[in-house]
């Protein structure tokens, strides 16, 4: 059944409801903090048209409850901080949303930007040696995190399943990474190798952990609460490509941090960005922004390219430019 349209009156009625909820006076004027200072939860998962809520009243803090949203609000997403209150039967209602701090998400498959997680610190990217990890879907998640203006954390996975050969290759792979400031975490949720110093990297941290499906971040959840939070799915053998056993993101309380765990993808597209955004995110890049000889400059051929010559010069790596411009040539696929 499709949703009743409200009118422009009643729209602006139920808005200014939600603003005095959270503390705005008549001129609009509240700070950030004040706002969130209202809110008394915080969605731990969503489910359809409800969600999880995690009370933060003093009294009865920690206690979960499903409840339903307005018609009026934005989609919720896990880690918002809302406004809610009891339904009287045993469930509640969200009757504002807080202040966004900032928030992690991907396109669907329109093309349109999906907000997926709110409020976090960090950003985990996982990946393992299979499925096959690609440096152009790496690359893909790192230029949506910088455009959010996000931290990311890189995490090998599944150390256990290496042998010498494959983790020098990976080894290789990685430095590129570490060597532009990119902290690499290599670990096995299986035998536990490395998790300690991951464990210390999130402490008091809220972080989302994103990947291609099959990559172990269930696998990783569990390990890092002691316990079986997350079902884990075997490996498509036919495919090379992960079960889908996340479907919809869900925070979890680990001991001096919060995780949440996200949908496995197989890609990560990014037409919700432009080309100059896509620059900007291989951080490498930025140090020669505005310096080539032409200011409209594709960095491919044209004489005194600046990002060329940083990389004759071995400021920068070939396999970041080339894969700089398989994304450029994706998104003008879409284009």
């Known amino acids: 059944m ?4 409200l009118s422009k009156h009643q729209l602006a009625r139920i808005s200014q409801n939600q603003r005095k909820e959270l503390g705005f006076d008549e001129a609009g004027a509240v700070d950030a903090q004040t706002s969130l200072e209202k809110c008394n939860g915080r969605i731990i998962s969503h489910y359809g048209q409800h969600v999880d809520v995690e009370s933060l009243i003093a009294e009865d803090e920690g206690r979960l409850i499903r ?19 009891d339904d009287g039967a ?4 969200i ?8 928030f992690f998400g991907r396109p669907n498959p329109e093309g349109q930007f999906k907000a997926i997680a709110a409020n976090i610190d960090l950003v985990l990217v996982v990946f393992a040696s299979s499925p096959t990890p690609h440096v152009s879907l790496i690359d893909r998640y790192l230029v949506a995190i910088e455009q959010l203006q996000l931290t990311a954390v890189l995490v090998l996975n599944k150390l256990d399943l290496l042998n010498q050969e494959e983790l020098t290759e990976l080894d290789n792979m990685l430095s590129s990474y570490e060597n532009i400031g990119y902290p690499v ?23 989302i952990l994103v990947g291609q499906s099959g990559v172990g971040k269930s696998s990783l959840l569990n390990k890092l609460s002691s316990g079986k939070l997350a079902d884990v799915g075997a490996l498509s053998e036919t495919w090379d490509r992960g079960t889908h056993t996340t479907t919809t993101s869900s925070l979890y309380h680990m001991p001096g941090f919060d995780l949440i765990d996200s ?30 000889k032409f200011r409209d400059c594709s960095h491919r051929t044209e004489p005194g390219c600046a990002i060329q010559a940083a990389l004759e010069a071995g400021q920068i790596g070939v396999e970041r430019v080339e894969s700089y411009f398989r994304i450029l040539d994706s998104l003008n696929e879409l284009g």
Not at 2 to 5: E, L, M, N, P, V
Not at 95 to 102: C, E, I, K, T, V
């Open 2 to 5: 499709s949703k009743r349209r």
């Open 90 to 93: 045993d469930g509640g209602v």
């Open 263 to 292: 949908p496995g993808i197989r890609e990560f597209g990014l037409g919700h960005i432009d080309e100059q955004q896509v620059f900007e995110g291989f951080i490498e890049f930025r140090p020669f922004a505005g310096s080539c």
């Open 185 to 207: 975490y290599k670990v096995s949720a299986e035998d536990g190798r490395g998790m300690p110093e991951l464990e210390q990297a999130l402490a008091t941290q809220t972080t």
């Open 67 to 85: 409840c339903t949203q307005r018609s009026n609000l934005p989609k919720l997403v896990t880690g918002d901080l809302v406004v809610w209150s």
């Open 95 to 102: 009757l504002a949303l807080g202040q966004r701090r900032n």
